[in-house]
């Protein structure tokens, strides 16, 4: 069973590794067990877990296209005339 763990989490690094080549593997651990205050007693599948939940958030963030970065800047500049409708609405 421990070996099955052993793996999976070696699977989850590789594959963070092959989707993020940038990202040291010391930055994979400190971002995904930043919720533990003593990493040294955490239970192999705790470490699973956590690493599986930041590969789920970081690969949510990479589908932030550049697109929807500008459409958000757009909104941002446009922000007086949106608050200003809103206004209206409530009046």
Do not use: W
């Not at 099955?4 to 400190?30: C, Q």
């Not at 067990?33 to 949510?60: C, G, M, N, T």
Request: hydrophobic letters at 35%.
């Amino acid at each position: 069973m421990k070996r099955n763990i052993y793996k999976a989490i070696l699977d989850v690094l590789l594959e963070l590794h092959k989707d993020h080549p940038t990202y040291e593997m010391g930055k994979h651990f400190s971002i995904a067990l930043s919720e533990y205050r003593d990493i040294f007693s955490v239970p192999d599948k705790e470490i699973l877990k956590a690493l599986k939940k930041y590969q789920e958030e970081i690969s949510e963030e990479a589908d932030i296209t550049e697109d929807y970065i500008d459409k958000i800047v757009e909104e941002g500049m446009n922000l007086d005339t949106i608050l200003d409708e809103n206004e209206d609405d409530d009046l």
